[in-house]
């Protein structure tokens, strides 16, 4: 959402929105300093973008959205948004970091061992500093085992260093094993970034395949589209759920209308209550963002 449309907002929401373009912030005014022992700060950061959630867990009543392209180092956008926003320096109950990461594979829980790990952790291993995660997925059924750039998310565990850190797999496979499952026939969801997107699927109810492509072109995400339909035999008729940066007269929309007849929007509202001021905000928007609140 880019600041000129800010405009059209500023009757309905209780929100300050920056001049940097591409930067969206929104603040309900019921969110209380005072209260953010009680609220969970969740993070996704990519090369590209970092945007981050506030939510009271109790009430599961959202707070704050922030969504902004990344012109700086992580290091240095911290330090930007810790002086702009002083609720970034208070103590919250639970911080949730997401790094967006190439590197990752999924153990079934029933094969897993903690012997084995250091065998698991080889598939992840890559040549720059990275830290390797190690999280539980799926209601405890599947082990995802990922390494993320230790440069991408040391600046945030500097700053927040009991936060837990799951690499953009766990929160989307998450959402559609919790609140958007489909127990019959196939579901796919596609999660489109800044510079890539993710696609997971159910089969009756059973995930079955997760992966994230670089796209640096609409004709670069037809070719993974197509690459997974065959793969899997997706039909025309098959559920399509579509997150994050689509609309709905878009080019990326448009492409996956021509082998789909049955696309949704993901709605985020199923995961969390929006305020009455972010009414306005797509629900699909920050999909994965929020669905990060399902990680365990």
Do not use: W
């Not at 209260?35 to 707070?63: G, M, P, W």
């Not at 499952?181 to 890539?196: D, E, M, R, V």
């Not at 759920?241 to 878009?250: P, Q, T």
Request: glycine share 2%; with cysteine.
């Amino acid at each position: 959402m880019k600041c000129k449309n800010a405009n059209s907002f500023q009757k309905t929401f209780s929100f300050a929105v920056m001049n940097n373009v591409g930067t969206l912030h929104l603040k309900d005014k019921n969110f209380l300093p005072e209260n953010a022992d009680v609220c969970e700060l969740l993070i996704k950061l990519s090369q590209h973008k970092l945007s981050y959630a506030i939510r009271d867990i109790q009430t599961n009543q959202l707070f704050v959205i922030y969504d902004a392209v990344l012109s700086e180092t992580p290091e240095n956008t911290l330090v930007s948004l810790e002086a702009q926003h002083d609720y970034l320096n208070l103590k919250y109950k639970q911080v949730k970091i997401s790094a967006e990461t190439f590197n990752f594979v999924f153990i079934p829980t029933e094969l897993y061992t903690e012997i084995a790990a250091p065998s698991y952790k080889n598939f992840v291993r890559t040549t720059k500093a990275s830290r390797t995660l190690i999280n539980k997925t799926v209601d405890g059924n599947m082990h995802t085992i990922s390494s993320v750039d230790e440069s991408l998310i040391a600046p945030l565990l500097n700053k927040y260093p009991d936060a837990a850190v799951y690499s953009q797999a766990e929160a989307l496979i998450e959402s559609i094993s919790g609140p958007d499952k489909q127990t019959a026939g196939l579901l796919a969801i596609i999660q489109f970034n800044s510079g890539t997107v993710e696609i997971a699927l159910l089969s009756e109810g059973q995930f079955i395949f997760y992966n994230i492509f670089k796209t640096d072109t609409v004709d670069d995400y037809n070719y993974y589209l197509l690459l997974v339909k065959q793969q899997f035999n997706l039909q025309p008729n098959t559920n399509i759920l579509l997150a994050g940066e689509v609309e709905k007269y878009s080019e990326l929309y448009r492409r996956t209308a021509k082998y789909f007849k049955n696309i949704k929007f993901a709605d985020s509202t199923r995961i969390m209550k929006y305020p009455e001021s972010f009414k306005l905000l797509p629900a699909h928007q920050f999909y994965s963002l929020l669905s990060m609140s399902l990680c365990e």
